[in-house]
């Protein structure tokens, strides 16, 4: 079984080896403009330290904050679905309570306001 396991392993290894080099086409084809990636549109050819918007940076680590809060919700909420306690139904409005005051206070900072005044 175990020399079975191997010989696939290897066939498959050499069978996708055989693909990659019959796939491979050449870069120097005049297609190296279209081959570059793509980076949140900007320009690969210009200069690297372009500006970045700081609040714009600030906004997109406030949403991941924000999401990963919400996203452990859901286990809570699945686990207050199955058994019905005070103490859970304490912890989710302790920490439902957090998450509002964290969004407010970083409502009232300004923090949320795409165009500053």
Sequence with gaps: MFFSSVLFGLV?????????FLTYFN?????????????????????????????FFLLVVLFLIFDVEVALLFPVLSA???TTSVNILMIV???????????????????????SS
Excluded: Q
């Design 12 to 20: 498959l290894s050499g069978a996708l080896l055989v693909v990659y």
């Design 27 to 55: 870069i120097e084809s005049g297609l190296e403009e279209k081959m570059t990636p793509f980076e949140c549109g900007f320009d690969p050819l210009s200069k690297m330290r372009a500006p970045f918007s700081t609040r």
């Design 80 to 82: 207050f679905y199955s």
């Design 93 to 115: 409005l302790l920490f439902i309570a957090i998450l509002l005051f964290g969004m407010f206070h970083e409502w009232n900072e300004g923090a949320l306001d795409w165009v």
